[in-house]
């Protein structure tokens, strides 16, 4: 039923997103990405340490991620270094990196799971040749930044996505380098995803003496 907007019952009810956080979820920091590697590691979470590990560096939406396939990542029985997938989004490819954290976590992991390239990296527990769905994937992340401390209302699959980006970009500043790395097809929706402003361009003016 639709509703008048001078309706006094419209003003009085509760916005749908109030107390909710719905702006760009936080990137993660260096000492939360270690806080839950040994929270994994300490309960002995395999697939859930590699999954964390390879969403850091593949930098992928998480529509691309849990769809990634072992053939994808492996070449002649070991870990490739750098992988390329498709995006879902845009349909183009984009080249990730696959340090040795990750490598090593995927290894533990594959070894458990089998090494066939025609699998998922990640199988769904209900329909083992199909890939975990996004959603469990999100709640994954709810539960890892709650186990050390997080608000999980700042944190989301876009978090994982960003944190190394994020990084990057204080570090040099490039802001080319992260389009590619995040496989934006236009640098502005890169200023928009990194929350590029004003001071973080004076900032950058400033380290540089003329």
Known sequence: MGHSDLDPAVHERRPWNAGQNVGPKRPLKLRD???IRFYLDEHRRLR?????DLAIDSKLRGCDLVKIKIGDIVSRGSIRSRA???QQKTGKPVQFEIMTEARKSLTV????????SENFVFPSRTDYRGHLSTRQYARLIDEWVMTVGLDKRE?????LRRT???LIYKATGNLRAVQILLGHTNIENTVRYLGVDIDDALTLSERTEI
């Open 48 to 52: 859930d340490r590699a999954l964390f």
């Open 164 to 166: 190394k980006v994020s």
């Open 155 to 159: 944190f989301g699959t876009h978090s």
């Open 84 to 86: 390329t997938v498709i």
């Open 109 to 116: 992991w594959l070894d458990r799971r089998g090494w066939n």
């Open 33 to 35: 990405v270690w806080a």
